[in-house]
């Protein structure tokens, strides 16, 4: 049973470009969640998606973030027009019916 | 607002030695802690959960505490390896169903 799968696990951008980061959530799980760790912070909640839904994005910026989780393939973060504050590891996790959420590696993206 | 908060931020021990890392949060008003390990460039991997309703968990060398109605909890490792060497992580769920982390205590276990 593979875990949360991410990639890419690098990412550079220059600024102004997009960034499409991907998530394949744990087999048989339903809900996604991701973060974003900035460099020397801690974890910070994005937003919590079910299949086609957000249930929960006031961790999102107001611009250039997106999500989705379609209801075939992989969950996506879209981040347009990048800038340098993007740069960051983001996080996905992946949780079912029980409360652990179980975490990828993790896609770290540098906008150059 | 949740705030969670982890002292030390960094630790250094011989090998051998018992710890504690403590985490600190505040409202009490929560639905699960969960400790978590983050090696360096990797991602994250749960150790621990402890339900609200729970008191501590084990694990192996691990022991984890939760005291709700003071909004701490602490995360015991006994006879540590230099193996235990990571960044340990402490995350309360909050009522939306997403994790608040604390920034994390590095640990350094000298062989």
């Known amino acids: 049973n593979a875990g949360v799968m991410q990639n890419p696990r690098h990412l550079v951008r220059r600024r102004g470009q997009e960034a499409r980061l991907r998530c394949s959530p744990m087999k048989g799980h339903s809900h996604v969640y991701w973060y974003r760790q900035l460099p020397e912070e801690g974890l910070k909640f994005m937003v919590y998606?079910?299949?086609?839904?957000?249930?929960?994005e006031s961790g999102m910026p107001k611009e250039r973030f997106s999500a989705e989780f379609p209801k075939e393939g992989p969950s996506i973060l879209r981040i347009q027009q990048v800038v340098r504050g993007d740069s960051a590891a983001y996080f996905c996790?992946?949780?079912?019916?029980?409360?652990?959420?179980?975490f990828g590696p993790g896609t770290r993206l540098l906008v150059l | 607002k949740q705030e969670v908060t982890q002292i030390p931020a960094a630790l250094s021990v011989p090998e051998g030695e018992n710890l504690v890392l403590n985490c600190s949060f505040t409202?009490?008003?929560?639905?699960?802690l969960q400790w978590f390990r983050q090696d360096p460039g990797k991602g994250l991997t749960s150790l621990l959960l402890i339900q609200s309703s729970q008191r501590e968990q084990t694990s192996g060398r691990l022991n984890a505490s939760l005291d709700k109605s003071s909004g701490r909890s602490t995360l015991y490792i006994a006879a540590s390896q230099p193996g235990d060497s990571a960044t340990y992580l402490c995350a309360v769920k909050g009522s939306q169903g997403n994790l608040i982390f604390g920034k994390g205590t590095k640990l350094s276990v000298k062989p």
């Open positions: 998606l079910q299949k086609e839904n957000i249930i929960d």
């Open positions: 409202d009490s008003a929560i639905y699960n």
């Open positions: 996790a992946s949780s079912g019916l029980q409360e652990t959420q179980y």
